[in-house]
């Protein structure tokens, strides 16, 4: 008997048609672009070469290899893992265990940081990134300020790997530096602008998260203790010491933390300006002197 040919859409039919089966009508979910991107993956397609075309037809290895990677999906494992790769502010960040995921949230950072400094005009700003990460948040920023350097700090050196290979993806490797450092620890030098998301996950709302992130975010980049704000108390009281007079910091916090957030930056002598994110919670805050 011949086999059946099965084109690229037919199998990204098949596949969102199982995601959705096994979903229901969850509006979390998204599996068509789910199908969409697993099925790239698996016939090797990236962003830089989408040239699937939809009657293409696909080897029966490739059908089922994509198949896995929909189990895979099936079973929490969000398609950033999956794929090892995850879009933010346009630029493709390479994942590693040790870096979480990068939200769309962290672009009210990166706008917060990049709209201070053209409002500001400073020449060649050098900034640090507490927490880096994928870097996302620092090489964002480097990618619109042709003139600025930054440092990024991480605790996990899988994660200050990652963020140096995706620097250097990037062409930002000759203007970004890693170091792994527990925050701002040893580090000294007077910067224009630090940038932080720190984990502010509180002891609520830890057990509470999806599969997709309390199984396959790494828990130190999560938890940020019973009200989320731990992390927060051992940066805020460093800004003096790192930034040049003058100089601001941008904070990524949790959508109820606003407040909380805005008392310890006060209570530590700094202004906090909210910003708000897409879906329009409070989402970050600039802080100056
Ligand atoms: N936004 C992440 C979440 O999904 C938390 C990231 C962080 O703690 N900084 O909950």
């Known amino acids: 008997m011949p086999d059946t040919i099965v084109t690229v859409a037919a199998l990204r039919r098949q596949i969102a048609n199982q995601l959705r089966a096994g979903w229901g009508d969850d509006s979390a979910q ?7 991107l697993l099925v790239a993956h698996a016939l090797g397609a990236n962003a ?27 079973r929490g494992e969000p398609v950033a893992r999956i794929v090892g ?69 991480d605790r996990s050196e899988d994660a200050v790997r990652t963020a140096r290979d995706n620097a250097a993806r990037f062409g930002l490797g000759g203007r970004a530096a890693f170091l792994v450092a527990d925050w701002a620890a040893g580090i000294s030098g007077s910067f224009d602008a630090i940038l932080t998301n720190p984990p502010y996950v509180d002891g609520e709302d830890l057990p509470e998260l999806p599969v997709e992130v309390i199984h396959h975010d790494p828990r130190l980049a999560l938890d940020g203790g019973a009200d989320g704000l731990d992390h927060y108390r051992r940066i805020v009281p460093e800004l003096g010491r790192l ?45 100056t002197r």
């Open 30 to 36: 998204r599996p068509d672009l789910d199908a969409k």
């Open 48 to 74: 830089a070469n989408l040239t699937l075309r939809d009657d293409e037809p696909v080897a029966a290895p490739l059908v089922e290899a994509a198949l896995a990677l929909a189990r895979r999906r099936f």
């Open 85 to 153: 790769e995850r879009e933010f502010w346009g630029l493709p960040f390479r994942l590693s265990p040790g870096t979480l995921v990068p939200r769309p949230d962290s672009e009210t950072v990166v706008e917060a940081a990049v709209a201070e400094f053209r409002r500001r005009g400073t020449e060649n700003p050098v900034i640090i990134d507490l927490g880096t990460g994928s870097g996302c948040i620092l090489l964002a920023v480097l990618s619109e300020l042709p003139g600025a350097f930054g440092i990024g700090t």
């Open 243 to 287: 930034l040049k007079p003058g100089g601001f910091a941008v904070f990524e916090f949790g959508y109820r933390q606003a407040a909380m957030f805005s008392d310890l930056a006060r209570a530590h002598g700094w202004s906090p300006v909210l910003l708000r994110d897409l879906p329009g919670h409070d989402r970050a805050a600039v802080l």
